[in-house]
């Protein structure tokens, strides 16, 4: 079984406006899945080691271009030499450049119930 975890940024834009969206995700996930809102980078350091260590399939990134920017370059570190899982942007904040180019433009709870029930593609 496929499973995923959520890195949120509770600081991005769309996260401080609307917390309810990222609290709203936890009822999209199963009991293997995992939610965590990261609040300093060592925060997102443990997460993503962890996250490595339950192996999961996709990583979503609930934030805008800045999270998801520094959520690759640490994954890029942790991961190594190894395949990166597949990851997943959910849109959270400003300008959400990086979503919408892959054509994610429906908020994070919409996206991931998409993506949770197979509406989507990978690029």
Known sequence: MSTIGIIVNPY??????????????FSLINHNDQIVKTKSLDDLDKTLKQFKERRHDYIAVVGGDGTINIVLAKLLDIYADEPLPIILPLKGGTMNIVACHLGIHSNPYKALKDFKEGHTKTR
Not at 12 to 25: E, G, M
């Open 12 to 25: 991005s834009k769309q996260n401080k406006r609307k917390p309810q969206f990222a609290d709203k995700l």
